[in-house]
């Protein structure tokens, strides 16, 4: 019988969740055509130059899912589940802070942390867990309810940890016992027609929609399945032609005449989905929740901390310029300051090490050069010795998750500012999960640094990469 390694189980869990959630959300599927269409168009254009982040069957079959979890046992046992594909903790998010609306989640994301697997395939799930004892949100007495509800539900039955334990233990399995994971793990993440509790739902949802949508159910669901898309502009107008009603701005940075860096997402406003209720009479009737919507995201380079830095302090400028003239449009706002901070090249990006890249030898640049036996990895780019070609950001930014959750909420929820909130990181979310939660900045330096290393070996040269200097100089 046939072996299924990871890779294979991760490309047919995604296909296999992205039929189901095209069944539940028709409109997703509206999404994936245009985003199809999108990317041919942008290929038919720019020709091999649009597969400079990515090959196009990579960026076509690439897909992020959202879920949302209700406890630390629930998030350990997701992280369980993702393991048996491959999909390991990468980065944490505080979305409690990062948005203006009750938002009481923290999260990571599930992916594969290889280069070479991602390339096989690159589907990672952004996964939230409820911080349902942050005191700002709930009081006492529903800290006390939720805890009780979350204990008695049941996300991820035995049969399916026991198939993906194995499956994580043993690099893969067998072709028959992957079919039932598969179907097992397709099934954990679907909606439930199960009646919801209409007042205790309700409860929940004057304090934060999030909160009800991961504490008001009984099971958990795909909030939305992102494909990729080449030209996220184009994609747009594409889906506001098609009548579709679009959040609206694009999160993350704005188009404008340079490198594409980190991630750019937009999404179509949260559709009405029917749904029974449970009255305290008793009685079941239909109603309507309004909590999932369809997103595409665009990728870019991933920057350094020095770059990251940067993109931090350009946000805030485009803030504080925005507050001076609130009439103005972000996005134009935002461009005038990317133009006036960000360099305008990739060449230049990796000059400044604001970005990371791997490097590859031009033989024939090199012809005829005398290099000394330690040289700069700088200078080797400055002469055009070395090309630098771009590591893809696939990891998320908090503030536009903030964004994405809070353009599809219709209310505020409340918060108390006035108490403490709980504190997490990426060490407490290392031992909720039950596995290291790695920073994504460690996994593209170990790209950049093996690229750099493989370079040495060939040019038979030692090369001082000093990024770190230029680190500490910005
Ligand atoms: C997650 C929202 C954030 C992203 O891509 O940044 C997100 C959610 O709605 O559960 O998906
Ligand atoms: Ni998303």
């Known amino acids: 019988m ?27 599927n509206t999404l994936v055509d245009a985003s199809t269409r999108v990317n041919e168009g942008f290929m038919a254009q720019h020709g091999s130059a649009a ?14 899912g959202a879920i949302r979890v209700g406890s630390e046992r629930e998030m350990s046992q ?21 948005s203006s609306s009750a938002v009481p989640v923290v999260s990571t994301a599930f992916r594969p942390i290889d280069s070479d697997e991602l390339a096989k395939n690159p589907f990672r799930v952004f996964t939230s867990m409820l911080a349902g004892e942050d005191p700002r949100f709930f009081d006492k007495e529903l800290q006390t309810e939720l805890r009780e509800f979350l204990a008695n539900r049941e996300l991820f039955g035995e049969e399916l940890l026991e198939l993906a334990d ?19 793990a397709t099934a954990a993440f679907e909606l439930s027609s199960e009646p919801v509790n209409y007042e205790w739902y309700r409860r929940l949802e004057a304090i934060s929609a999030v909160a009800a949508d991961i504490g008001g159910v009984g099971s958990t669901h795909i909030n939305h399945l992102t494909p990729r898309v080449l030209d ?108 006036e901070n960000l360099p305008h090249t990739e060449l230049e990006l990796a000059e400044q090490g604001l970005a990371y890249f791997t490097f590859r030898l031009d033989r024939n640049a090199l012809e005829g050069t005398e290099l000394a036996s330690t040289v700069q990895l700088r200078d080797l780019v400055s002469q055009r010795i070395v090309i630098p070609e771009p590591i893809v950001y696939e990891d998320f930014l908090p503030r536009s998750a903030a964004g994405i959750f809070q353009s599809n909420l219709t209310e505020q929820g409340s918060k108390d500012e006035a108490l403490h909130g709980t504190s997490y990181d990426i060490d407490r979310m290392s031992v909720i999960v039950g596995k290291t939660v790695t920073d994504p900045n460690t996994l593209y330096q170990k790209q950049q640094d093996h690229s750099v290393a493989d370079l040495a070996r060939e040019l038979q040269v030692r090369i001082i990469s000093d990024n770190a200097v230029l680190n500490a100089a910005l």
């Open 166 to 184: 194995r499956s994580s233990r043993d690099g893969g399995i067998d072709e028959e016992s992957a079919s039932r994971l598969l179907v097992l």
């Open 232 to 339: 996220i502009d184009a994609l747009y107008h594409e889906m506001e032609a098609l009548g579709i009603e679009m959040i609206d701005e694009i999160q993350g940075p704005p188009r404008w005449d340079g490198p594409d860096v980190l991630l750019r997402q937009t999404s179509f406003r949260a559709l009405g989905e029917d749904r029974m209720f449970v009255h305290p009479d008793g009685s079941i009737k239909p109603g309507n929740l309004r909590v999932r919507f369809g997103e595409v995201e665009a990728r870019g380079i991933a920057l350094t901390p020095a770059g990251r830095d940067l993109y931090d302090r350009m946000v805030a400028e485009t803030d504080r310029r925005l507050a001076e003239q609130p009439d103005a449009k972000r996005t134009d706002v935002a461009r005038k300051v990317w133009e």
């Open 51 to 64: 597969e400079r982040l990515g090959s196009i069957s990579r960026v076509t079959a690439e897909r992020h």
């Open 2 to 28: 046939s072996f299924k390694s990871h890779w294979e189980l991760r490309a047919a869990f995604a296909q296999s969740l992205s039929a189901m959630y095209g069944t539940e959300v028709p409109a997703y």
């Open 78 to 98: 997701v992280g369980r589940v993702f393991a048996a594909f491959g999909m390991y903790p990468v980065g944490f998010y505080d979305l409690r802070d990062a």
